[in-house]
């Protein structure tokens, strides 16, 4: 049964890197930039590093209750075990959650300062 945690929580930490870009990543843009574009980025970006700040430890949480959940099934060594995996995954999870929320976060408030980005 460990192994098959093992498995799975490669599987979901894979995935949960997915299509995340950064909040940092260089922002893309379909036109020129607007006045003052450095001062709002860096504002932007300021604000859009603050989305989430609890998330990741919530989904750490519920991921380790779910593995503990799993594991009793079994016995209480596995137990144990997929609540570390739960854990793990369910801070990968939240983090690639995080980084998405802070980029589409970036992405509007540039958009609503009046500067053509895409992405």
Do not use: W
């Not at 997915?18 to 922002?27: I, Y």
């Not at 949480?61 to 739960?86: F, P, Y």
Request: glycine share 14%.
């Amino acid at each position: 049964m460990a192994g098959k945690f093992l498995t799975l929580a490669t599987l979901a930490l894979l995935l949960a890197g997915c299509d995340t870009v950064p909040v940092d990543a260089p922002l893309q843009l379909s036109g020129a930039p607007g006045a003052n574009f450095d001062s709002d980025e860096a504002q932007c970006r300021a604000a859009a590093r603050q989305v989430g700040a609890n998330h990741i430890q919530k989904t750490a949480a519920i991921g380790g209750v779910g593995g503990a959940l799993a594991g009793a099934t079994e016995n209480r060594d596995k137990a144990a075990v997929g609540a570390v995996v739960g854990a793990v995954v369910g801070a990968a999870v939240g983090d690639a959650q995080v980084k998405q929320a802070q980029r589409d976060y970036l992405v509007r408030c540039m958009q609503q300062a009046g500067h053509p980005v895409i992405g």
